[in-house]
């Protein structure tokens, strides 16, 4: 509970102004304009050194959004034709999110202090109490939706036209590490990298969407149209609960981003396997292994020998399987009355999907006496490749003009982005921090990636979209 009490004090002083958030100082004023506020003072110092830089920049900024829409509306969408007549955005952008990075680099650091396993309320809960405070500083609004294991968080934030359909950002704040992880692996930077336990999946990232929203905030500005972020406590062990908020925010949406760390060398997500995690039960007979071994029925041989039929079944094309976690007995001399297997299936289509399950759900026991029950935890429906893809389009057009470089690919893992994605709704993943290692010891972040990050989910929230799908406006 060390970790709770540190962070609730910590989010007590970010709402007394005391110590704020390392990406934004402070919230905008209750009685500013809202389509004219600015970022406080406190920020724009910190990053230009003097207020009179940082009105002048709000100012060519807002006159240069202004010339984004309009171009936007006369030259078919295309980002290139949008920021042609612009070429002082994209520099204003990429020198205030180098200017921002480091302080963007402590927030994940401060972040992946705050040890939060799937499944550990209060940890989730303070944490989640600490990411509101600071996306607060950013503008946004912030509820927490009570969880059977630990809150959710739902945050807005007001776009410059809100007649369009919102853009929605979907992320989580729940880890794979226990609790003492810290304590043999230290949040560590060496070598341009940043490890330790949920570096890049995802304190990474919520700390990079952060920086990018204070950084629109520093500039005067806001986002296009309005933005909805769901952060969930519960993706690494399937979004059970979770998926309600997500599916729930799904509708009216224009678009779907994912802050799940990006392939290795940035290309984001286009595509994932589906995901399913159950749990296979067998119920034996226990007896005494030594005098009376006949007469029992042994939980753990029964289950033994329905993990290899069940590796069997995963064979078939388009479905691969992680028996993940094993459990069962209680003594090497009492025949087994219960064993369990937890199971993590992925799947390349949603045929495969549909054909496994159906093939697990009819498992019988092979001994006399044996019982078996196979149960799905959780479920995530592949969402498959599309050709096309307008909306990597866009990202891939605007980034060019960003003066970087950057594709898409499917990916093999499953996450909240699997459900717009399987629904035909624009998806992309892969916005948050770039490096590697998710849910391995060598987990980590390239610091060196920071700033063109923040760079480019900035210049996406601010720029118009283009026309995704038929039925789509804006």
């Known amino acids: 509970m060390a970790a709770a009490k540190s962070t609730a004090a910590k989010s007590a002083l970010v709402k007394s102004s005391a110590t704020r958030p390392v990406v934004a100082k402070s919230a905008v004023p209750k009685n500013a304009d809202p389509q004219t506020s600015a970022a406080p003072a406190a920020v724009a110092k910190a990053v230009t050194g003097s207020a ?241 071994a006949r007469d029992g029925v042994s939980a753990v041989d029964e289950l033994v020998d329905q993990l290899v039929l069940v590796r069997g079944l995963a064979g078939q094309p388009g479905t691969e399987l992680n028996a993940g976690r094993i459990s069962g007995g209680s003594r090497a001399n009492v025949v087994a009355g219960r064993a369990e297997a937890e199971l993590g299936l992925r799947f390349a289509t949603v045929e495969a999907q549909r054909r496994t399950l159906d093939d697990l759900a009819r498992l019988t026991a092979l001994r006399p006496g044996a019982r078996v029950r196979t149960e799905v935890l959780s479920s995530r429906p592949a969402w498959p490749e599309r050709t096309g893809n307008p909306l990597l389009r866009h990202v891939r057009s605007l980034a060019a003009v960003l003066g970087q470089q950057l594709d898409g690919a499917p990916a093999g893992g499953a996450g909240d982005t699997n459900l717009p994605g399987s629904r035909g709704l624009p998806t992309l993943d892969g916005f948050g921090a770039v490096g590697a290692g998710a849910h391995a010891r060598h987990e980590h972040i390239r610091l060196d990636q920071i700033a063109p990050r923040l760079t480019l989910l900035a210049a996406l929230l601010a720029v118009p979209l283009p026309r995704l799908r038929d039925r789509a406006e804006g």
């Open 52 to 292: 009179a830089t940082a009105t002048a920049t709000a100012t060519a900024t807002a006159t240069a959004t202004a010339t984004v829409a309009a171009a936007a509306a006369t030259a078919s969408g295309t980002v290139a034709a949008v920021t042609a007549a612009l070429p002082g955005l994209p520099q204003a952008l990429s020198t205030r999110a180098r200017t921002l990075a480091g302080a963007v680099r402590r927030r994940c650091v401060d972040l992946a202090r705050i040890e939060s396993p799937s499944g550990d309320a209060p940890r989730l809960d303070a944490l989640a109490e600490e990411l509101a405070a600071g996306f607060r500083a950013t503008g946004a609004t912030a509820r927490r939706e009570p969880g059977p294991a630990g809150d959710h968080l739902v945050l807005e934030w007001e776009g410059r036209d809100e007649s369009l359909p919102h853009l929605l950002i979907v992320g989580h704040h729940d880890t794979v590490w226990p609790v003492g992880t810290l304590a043999d692996w230290p949040v560590t930077e060496q070598d341009g990298r940043l490890t330790g336990p949920g570096v890049v999946d995802m304190k990474g990232g919520l700390a990079i969407l952060e920086g990018a929203l204070g950084l629109l905030a520093d500039l005067g500005e806001r986002p296009h149209r309005t933005v909805r972020l769901v952060v969930v406590s519960d993706e690494e062990v399937g979004s059970p609960d979770g998926r309600r908020l997500v599916e729930r925010q799904l509708r009216g949406a224009a678009a779907v981003l994912g802050l799940e760390p990006p392939h290795p060398d940035g290309r984001l997500k286009t595509a994932r396997r589906g995901s399913t995690r159950v749990r296979l039960t067998v119920t034996g007979r226990e007896a005494h292994a030594g005098n009376d």
